[in-house]
Each structure stands twice: as structure tokens, then as C-alpha cells.
């Protein structure tokens, strides 16, 4: 492994470089696989402990676990890539809208669930709806994870190392993009095939805490790096060098750190894009944003599944607002290093995009005087229209004459008062492929032509400004870790889906019981972990395409698909008490095909506000059924009936006083005496934590306070 990572000597300082980075590096990862492996080594007896960690987790383990299975690549590669691009400090509300959403699943989701006694949380459907809600949200959550989920954040953390450690060979093979991708879904198969969540969890443990002191790291060293950089260079990433803006920048910047990354960043440092934003437009904030958070905490699988395996209500609920809390900081440590990126690497993300845009941009050059509908148009992202605008400007009057389209009207059309150039251009590019006649291709296998490549913001901190000496080391370990936690986790949810709403409601028998159900459960959770890491590898690379907008856009916008429709589901099953059963599946079923409508027929209409109309419509046939056609009965959540604890110990004393059993079965009476739930430890179990209300507040009034100092 040594030889492999840390083998030779790169461009531009991307290697470790000093033996304290490798010893840091593995000294971690063997910390991290010691106490996952160590703590886990008796997880996989049966379905409980694999998969739920024997409903055990205290609210620490809980917290830093949500924040390491949540913070990974996505974060640092995805958001920090938006930092740097204009949409700036807004991509925040992602993280502050999620604090306020923890606060919320702590008190109106998680007792709920609890109460429920679930593994996953399809099952709360059929709780609530019928069993064909259950199998078509498992479905749609399983493709999710392994389809988008699973391979985003293998992409993302693989481009990470891909750009680190770029041009490094190893006996003639390039550690290269596919390389990193099957690198980090193997560590991520083994982490989970052999510990389950508990190993997820105590790995999270370290990763977690050790993700937020790697975050100040790079703050620390970016903003140290930005005082001392040269002035005209930082200048040059606001305005062209020769201007005279640049020289008034360069003047401006005869200052501290922190003053020049105010001066240089003013325009990104708000939270309130434009209403015509395609990423997150202001109007997003009143609805649209909460659904993803909403459903992202309180209904994904992957994230929800370490608070089901709390060890009680009041446990779960104090990791939700401790996590809530954290989730406050993550802005700093990772969006405000992104803009700083784009103000000393500017010239190296153009550099990397134009080379990406290559072929794209060679071919207009040789077809722009001669407009043809018949070969593929040319589409570009906003940021090539706000590096090069004469030049998008004339890919666009090449797509309208090709398409005897007049190209003034469409600029007149989506025109607002305030409206940016490349803003403009961007929309007028969607009016055009609205307009474009059914077949007609935009983009030589759907390329799109890119300004900056935003997502290497990150790796190129690491690789340019992290130093040596046990720092670099560090932060390659926490990152690696980190993605492979996420990953980890996402692969036990999948497989947790499968296998409980899949193969164990509708493949294997019912006449099969005891432990060697449980056994063949776990067998069954573990090798699809495999098959679902195989894809994952597989698919990963496809995330390289410009034409996602950034991997952290690309992951929100995919599970616009069913996160409404699930999101409906619940809140009007919680609510609602008289609609009737078949809704469940109207929900689920009815929210990825209105989405593709609205995506196909309305394509200026952002994907947040997208999510925001499919829901409202959903309601509001939800509201319609409960009016015209409701239940007879009004739904009331059921919850679990146990004996008393003196109860329990005479049923059991009874059973082992059989002269007939087996040794097997013995050993499970003697596991049924500790571990079943009693009337009195679940009346403990349910009880809610006042201190986590007090702080779930703060964490709300904090987070306000946040969006009122940044909004303008």
C-alpha cells in the first residue's frame, strides 16, 4: 500500500513528501479499522446487531456518525465546488436549512419511528398505508442509493486523489480516476461486509471529529496562503488583468488575510440568489429547500438508520441536535476554503475545464460558420458564459439559426431587470432547447462545455497549499476515511432495504425462524453489499460529465425523483389521519413522473421549486382523496404490547424448566432474558429529552441569526 500511494514524486507538490505524512496516514486508517473491527467483532449473530448495532448507540456516537456518514467528498469536493463558483456562500443553506430539519426529525419524526420498533423506514408505510407502499418506496430507495447515492460519492472522493496525485505512476499504471473509484468502494465493501452499522458507527466515532479538526486545517493554512499571495493574481480572479477594476483591486489588497478574502468575495458572501438562480434562487428557501433536507435527515435510509439504532428516544434526539450543531460550523470549514481555491487557482480550474471542453469547442470553431440542426448543438454551463461571453453569445446565435429561432427574442424573453450577462445566456440556452423541435441534440454525446472545473477547488487545496510534515498526511486519511464511511453507510442501508423489504418480506420462507433466519438474513445483507459496490465502481466515472453542474447539484437534483413523493407520504401520514391507503402508493408513484414532466415541459424552473410544485400537487390530492373518499376509521399508530419484566422472567424460567430443548435453543431463552423489551424498559425507551429541546432551540434561533447577518 506504501508503494502504491506514496511512490513517487508529483508536480506542484501533490505527494505526501515527507515520511511523518505516511506515518500520520496509516496511523489513522489503522486507528479506524482497530476500534470499527474491534468493537463490531460480535455484530453479525443476527439482523439487530448487523444491521441497527443491537439498538445500542449512545447520542455522542450518534452525532459525530450522522456528521461523518453525511460530510464526505460530496461536501468537500461538491459544496466547496459550489463555493468557489457564484453561487458562493448560498450553498450554506443546504447545511443551515439541515440544522433546523436534525431539530425537527428529533421531535416530530424520530418517536414516531421508535414507536414503530422499524428497521427501515419503508416498513412504516405499510404501518401506515398497505404493503405495496412499502415495496415500491424500498425499490425507489435501493436504485437511489446505489444508482446516485453510492457512485456520487465514490466519484467525488475518487476526483479528490485523482487531481492529488496527478500524473503519478506505479510500475507504468496511472493512479487515475477508475483506479481511486474501485480503491474506495473495495475498503468501503470490507468496512461494512464484516462490522455492520456498529462498525460504521465507532469508525464514524474518529472519522467524525477528526473531518471537522481536518476542515480547520485547510481554513487555517487557505487563509494563510491568501495573505501572503500575490496581489495582482487574486485581482485577476474578479476582473481582467489591464482593467481598470484590476488595478483598483490590486490597490485594495494592500491588506490582512481576512480583509482580502472580503474584498474578493463580497459578491458570493449572501444567501439570497436571484429568483431566476437554476441552482438555489431565493424563492427555494420557502419551500423547495426543505423537502430534500426534510426527507435527506428524517427519511433517507442511510442517515435515519443510526438513529433507529439508538439506544433510547432521549438518546436519538440528543445526537440529532448535537449533529444539528455541528452541521452550523461546516460552512466555514468548507464553503469560505472553496472561495478562497477560486481566488488563488482560478487560472488552473479554467485551464482544467477548457482542456475537459476540448473537443466541444474545436468542433464549433469548424462548424460555426455553417449552422446545421442535423449534427449535435452546443450547450455550456454558466460559468464558460461568465469566462468567455462573446463566445457563448455566438454559440447561441449558432443553435438559433440552426433552428431558425430568433435569438433576440429569446434574450428579450427571459430578460429580468438586474439579470447578469452569463445568467441570461444560460436561460436563453434553455428557451432555445424548450423551442428545439422533438430529436434535436445538444452536445456531442450531451457535452457541456465548462469555464472552470470547480470541483478540483478542494483537491487543489490539498495538493497546493496543505503543507507537509504530518498535515497532508492528516487530511488525505480523514478524507479517505471519510469517504469510505459514506459509502460504507450507504451500502448497509441498500443492503439493510433489500434485504429486510425485499428478500425478507417476499423471498425467503416463513417456515424458516430463529437463528437460522437471522443467520441467512446477514448472509443475504452482506452479499449485496458486493453486488451493490460492483456497481457503484462501474457507474462512478459517468460524474465526470460537466453537464451534472458539480456532483453536490447532481445528487440533490436526482433525488428530486422521489424525495416529494416520499416526503408526501409521510407528512400526510402523520397528519392526516383519514386518507386512505392506496395514497401511499399515488405519492411514490405519481412524484417521479411529474417531476420528469415538469423538468421536460417547464426546464427554466429550478429543481428545487420543481420539488416544491410536485409536492404541493401531491397534498393536494391527498387533501382531495380525504375530503371525497377517506378511511372509515381514522388511522392510529399502533404500538408494540410487552409484558412486565416479572412477566418476561417467569414466561422464560418456564420454557428453560424443559427437559427437550436443545442446546440452541436454550442459549436463546438465556439472550430473550436480556435483551427483550419489558412494558418498563419501553416506557424508558420513549421518554423525551428536555435538554435536547433546550438546545434544539438554540440551535434554531443560531441559525436564524446566521441567515440575517448573510442574507444581502
Keep these: 500500500m506504501s508503494s502504491l500511494l506514496f511512490a513517487a514524486e508529483v508536480a506542484q507538490q501533490n505527494s505526501l513528501g515527507s515520511l511523518n505524512d505516511v506515518v500520520v496516514f496509516f496511523v489513522f486508517l489503522a486507528a479506524v479499522i482497530f476500534v470499527a473491527f474491534g468493537v463490531s467483532r460480535n455484530s453479525g449473530h443476527d439482523s439487530e446487531s448487523y444491521f441497527l448495532a443491537g439498538r445500542g448507540l449512545k447520542w455522542w456516537l450518534i452525532g459525530f456518525s450522522l456528521i461523518a456518514a453525511n460530510i464526505s467528498a460530496e461536501q468537500f469536493v461538491g459544496m466547496s465546488g459550489q463555493g468557489s463558483d457564484y453561487i458562493g456562500l448560498a450553498i450554506a443553506s443546504y447545511e443551515w436549512i439541515a440544522a433546523i430539519s436534525l431539530v425537527l426529525v428529533a421531535f416530530f419524526f424520530l418517536p414516531r419511528f421508535l414507536k414503530s420498533g422499524i428497521y427501515t423506514i419503508p416498513q412504516y408505510l405499510e404501518t401506515r398505508y398497505n404493503r405495496s407502499a412499502r415495496t415500491v418506496m424500498s425499490i425507489f430507495m435501493m436504485i437511489m442509493l446505489v444508482a446516485v447515492n453510492i457512485t456520487v460519492v465514490t466519484y467525488a472522493g475518487a476526483k479528490a486523489y485523482a487531481v492529488f496525485f496527478q500524473g503519478t505512476q506505479v510500475g507504468g499504471f496511472e493512479l487515475n480516476l477508475k ?9 468501503a465493501a470490507l468496512y461494512i461486509f464484516a462490522g455492520g452499522l456498529k462498525a460504521c458507527a465507532w469508525a464514524d466515532l474518529l472519522q467524525g471529529s477528526a473531518l471537522i479538526v481536518a476542515g480547520c486545517v485547510v481554513l487555517y493554512f487557505t487563509v494563510k496562503k491568501l495573505g501572503s499571495a500575490d496581489p495582482v493574481l487574486l485581482a485577476s480572479s474578479v476582473a481582467p488583468q489591464g482593467t481598470a477594476e484590476h488595478s483598483e483591486l490590486v490597490q485594495q489588497l494592500s491588506c490582512g488575510a481576512w480583509e482580502r478574502f472580503s474584498i474578493l468575495n463580497e459578491p458570493k458572501l449572501r444567501m439570497n440568489l436571484p429568483a431566476w438562480d437554476l441552482v438555489i434562487p431565493v424563492t427555494a428557501l420557502i419551500v423547495g429547500i426543505w423537502i430534500p433536507n426534510l426527507y435527506y435527515w428524517g427519511l433517507n435510509q442511510y442517515i435515519i438508520q443510526r438513529t433507529l439504532g439508538s439506544k433510547s428516544l432521549g438518546e436519538g434526539q440528543k445526537g440529532l441536535v448535537f449533529a444539528a450543531f455541528m452541521k452550523l460550523l461546516i460552512p466555514f470549514i468548507v464553503i469560505f476554503p472553496g472561495m478562497i481555491a477560486f481566488n488563488l487557482f482560478h487560472e488552473e480550474m479554467n485551464q482544467s475545464a477548457l ?14 460558420d455553417e449552422p446545421d440542426a442535423s449534427y449535435p448543438l452546443f450547450q ?3 460559468s464558460y458564459a461568465s469566462y468567455a461571453p462573446d463566445q457563448a453569445y455566438e454559440m447561441l446565435e449558432y443553435d438559433a439559426a440552426a433552428l431558425n429561432i430568433d435569438l433576440k ?3 428579450d424573453d427571459v430578460h429580468r431587470e438586474g439579470m447578469e450577462t452569463s445568467d441570461e445566456y444560460i436561460l436563453s440556452l434553455i428557451e432555445i432547447k424548450k423551442r428545439a423541435p422533438e430529436g434535436v441534440t445538444f452536445g456531442e454525446k450531451e457535452a457541456t462545455i465548462s469555464g472552470y472545473d470547480t470541483d478540483s477547488a478542494f483537491p487543489l487545496l490539498m495538493s497546493r497549499v496543505v503543507p507537509t510534515g504530518g498535515f497532508k498526511g492528516f487530511m488525505l486519511a ?17 443492503s439493510t432495504i433489500f434485504t429486510m423489504d425485499i428478500y425478507d418480506a417476499y423471498i425467503l420462507p416463513k417456515k424458516i425462524e430463529g437463528q437460522t433466519r437471522q443467520k441467512k438474513l446477514v448472509a443475504i445483507g452482506r452479499i449485496a453489499v458486493v453486488v451493490f459496490v460492483l456497481i457503484g465502481c462501474i457507474v462512478a466515472p459517468i460524474w465526470a460529465d460537466p453537464k451534472y453542474r458539480g456532483v453536490f447539484t447532481a445528487i440533490q437534483e436526482f433525488q428530486g425523483y422521489i424525495s416529494p413523493g416520499i416526503f408526501a407520504a409521510f407528512v400526510v401520514g402523520f397528519w392526516m389521519k383519514k386518507v386512505p391507503n392506496y395514497y401511499g402508493v399515488i405519492a411514490l408513484v405519481g412524484c417521479p413522473v411529474l ?34 373518499a377517506p378511511r372509515k376509521v381514522a388511522f392510529v399508530q399502533p404500538s408494540p404490547e410487552f409484558p412486565t419484566d416479572a412477566e418476561l422472567k417467569t414466561q422464560i424460567d418456564e420454557a428453560l424448566a424443559a427437559t427437550d430443548l436443545s442446546d440452541e435453543q436454550r442459549r436463546e431463552l438465556e439472550y430473550s432474558r436480556e435483551h427483550r423489551m419489558t412494558a418498563e424498559k419501553w416506557a424508558t425507551f420513549l421518554k423525551d429529552s428536555k435538554g435536547a429541546k433546550v438546545f434544539g432551540v438554540i440551535v434554531i434561533i443560531v441559525t436564524i441569526c446566521l441567515y440575517v447577518i448573510y442574507w444581502a
Design 595 to 628: 417531476y420528469y414532466l415538469l423538468a421536460t415541459f417547464v426546464p427554466e424552473l429550478d429543481f428545487l421549486n420543481r420539488m416544491a410544485v410536485v409536492f404541493g400537487i401531491l397534498v393536494l390530492i391527498a387533501v382531495v382523496l380525504n375530503a371525497v
Design 409 to 411: 427574442d429569446v434574450i
Design 355 to 368: 482542456r475537459d471542453s476540448k473537443v466541444e469547442i474545436d468542433r464549433f470553431h469548424a462548424l460555426k
Design 478 to 494: 480523514a478524507l479517505l476515511g471519510a469517504i469510505i464511511s459514506s459509502v460504507a453507510a450507504m451500502l448497509n442501508a441498500a
Design 380 to 382: 455550456f454551463n454558466r
Design 179 to 187: 483506479f481511486f473509484c474501485w480503491l474506495i468502494g473495495i475498503f
